[in-house]
């Protein structure tokens, strides 16, 4: 880590005050760096994973391992995936973040409350019963986490209102769950609203907004294709119908609310640039997007992507290396997590 001072502020998560950063604290030989009641690092960024094993059994502890052997740095935040009413911070995510040895990780769960029944019903109560115990898993939890609820809704909107599922009913959702979650006394979530992020997705970004009161970061999910020549482009792709970015959106729209990329990685498949675009990261992200407060690398694949650092894309090892070389940047360890030694 750095010289910098850490100061943790404890404090109620579920406070509505609006994070405000300096963006001055980001430069190089700050001093001073805090850790505010929402989780945001007031000097650099946090830099963080998801990476369920290559075998695709979702193994967390294998995957960490696996990516760990690509990436030297500890990660600042573990992000992992859950469905349905099973209480949550499980023993082994509790196991992974709080590794003997460094800094402990800052947990971050994607949620969906419920998968067999639609937005409208789980509003009107329905999952209630399980959202009472996941309440009672984050109550018991010792440290802040980040949680989102139902992320990247915008491909699962259906406009047929008989469904249950539309930009209405999401919102309906996402406030009927953090309200429940309120309720129960959890006062240790600090809430994260997860969007897909795409060009393609933004006439109902605003409609899926769920309000300032219930959201304390913005989130999206942003990959480098082909076409996607520098770091900047990746981080803000607007598209012809006028549609600006989704950075340049969430800032408009709620200016100083801390941005996450909850996901993000490059298609190694494809991306001949993306060791040479990678290390844009630090310098891109100081002087020109200054909100984004984390981000949370998605070492995985899927159909249209493949972002894995050990797979065997055509870009993986020399991407692999790049990335440890970010990982490691002086940007990314301004400010030591909560609870570091």
Same mark, same amino acid.
């Given at each position: 880590?750095?010289?910098c001072t850490q100061t943790v502020?404890?404090?109620?998560?579920?406070?509505?005050?609006?994070?405000?950063?300096d963006t001055d604290s980001s430069a190089t030989g700050t001093t001073g760096c805090e850790v505010t009641p929402l989780l945001v690092p007031t000097c650099g960024a946090w830099f963080g994973v998801s990476s369920p094993s290559a075998d695709g059994r979702y193994d967390y502890v294998r995957g960490l391992a696996e990516y760990e052997a690509r990436v030297d740095e500890r990660p600042d935040i573990l992000h992992f995936y859950q469905r349905g009413g099973e209480p949550f #911070?499980? #023993?082994e995510h509790i196991a992974l973040a709080e590794r003997a040895g460094g800094q402990p990780s800052i947990l971050h769960f994607a949620w969906k409350p419920a998968t067999d029944m639609s937005w409208?019903?789980?509003?009107a109560g329905e999952a209630d019963e399980g959202i009472d115990r996941v309440a009672s898993g984050l109550s018991a939890y010792e440290r802040q986490l980040f949680l989102t609820i139902h992320h990247e809704p915008e491909n699962d909107v259906v406009d047929d209102s008989t469904a249950g599922m539309t930009a209405d009913d999401y919102v309906d959702m996402y406030r009927h769950v953090v309200g429940k979650l309120r309720s129960a006394g959890v006062n240790n979530v600090v809430y994260v609203m997860n969007y897909m992020g795409f060009e393609r997705w933004a006439p109902i970004v605003d409609a899926l907004y769920p309000g300032d009161d219930v959201v304390d970061w913005i989130a999206y999910d942003p990959y480098a294709f082909e076409r996607h020549t520098t770091f900047a482009h990746m981080l803000n792709d607007p598209n012809d119908a006028g549609w600006p970015g989704f950075y340049e959106w969430a800032t408009a729209k709620m200016p100083g609310t801390p941005i996450m990329l909850a996901e993000w990685g490059f298609d190694l498949a494809t991306n001949s640039r993306a060791a040479d675009i990678v290390r844009e990261a630090p310098d891109t992200l100081r002087t020109q997007f200054p909100a984004i407060k984390a981000l949370v690398y998605w070492n995985d694949r899927a159909r249209s992507i493949d972002a894995r650092l050990s797979g065997d894309a055509a870009h993986a090892n020399e991407f692999a290396d790049a990335l440890n070389e970010v990982a490691s940047?002086?940007?990314f360890a301004m400010t030591p997590t909560p609870g570091t030694p």
């Open positions: 880590m750095t010289s502020i404890q404090s109620d998560a579920t406070s509505t005050t609006r994070n405000t950063f #911070p499980a #023993p409208r019903r789980i509003a940047h002086e940007y």
